[in-house]
């Protein structure tokens, strides 16, 4: 399932899963990063097609590679805080993710937060919400899966709405699947006229 269901949007309503718009518009996010094996390559490809996305990076990533989150900040994308360490949040106590969020902040200056997986529990989402807008997503790309086939990640697209969310990973593990997917999907969305925006 590429599309996030709709039940979602009820079980956790703090959580922005789309964006309502007018016009042909979709947000294009990236997670995990800067990564120097893919968000190099990233940039370029954004450049070329005149995209702005959001990125939401890992704190620890940001610290390793502070020239490449400038090059983001330079380059017009916006930025969102994704844990210091990628944490699971389902995973460890409460306030040792709540603590990642907050070292973060150190490196990633945004009142944007994507839980990494997608994994939160729903009772953290008043205190988060406090101080971020907690980002969700409406498409995902699933580049991260092999089992799924590049094809059908593209031929997803189709499925692709006003207001949509849109998830890729700028990772190591992803690296080579993005440069097969992104370009396609892209290609795709533009003729259908889609514009690109930033989560602001």
Not at 40 to 65: R, S
Request: charged share 25%.
């Amino acid at each position: 399932m590429f599309r996030s269901p709709k039940i979602l949007r009820r079980l956790f309503p703090l959580r922005i899963w789309g964006i309502a718009v007018s016009e042909p518009i979709v947000f294009l996010t990236f997670d995990d990063g800067p990564n120097p094996d893919i968000t190099p390559w990233v940039l370029e490809f954004l450049k070329k097609e005149q995209i702005k996305a959001t990125f939401f990076c890992v704190g620890e990533n940001v610290q390793k590679h502070p020239d490449l989150y400038k090059q983001l900040i330079a380059d017009g994308h916006q930025v969102g805080n994704h844990t210091m360490n990628h944490l699971n949040g389902m995973k460890c106590a409460n306030e040792v993710y709540l603590n990642s969020i907050e070292q973060a902040t150190a490196y990633i200056n945004s009142k944007l937060f994507r839980p990494p997986y997608g994994r939160l529990p729903k009772k953290l989402d008043k205190i988060i919400a406090q101080r971020y807008k907690i980002i969700m997503w409406s498409w995902l790309s699933k580049d991260y899966d092999n089992t799924v086939a590049t094809q059908k990640i593209i031929a997803a697209a189709q499925q692709i709405k006003p207001g949509d969310v849109l998830v890729f990973h700028d990772n190591s593990k992803t690296k080579e699947r993005l440069k097969e997917v992104l370009p396609p999907i892209v290609q795709l969305l533009k003729t259908k006229d889609f514009q690109f925006q930033i989560i602001a």
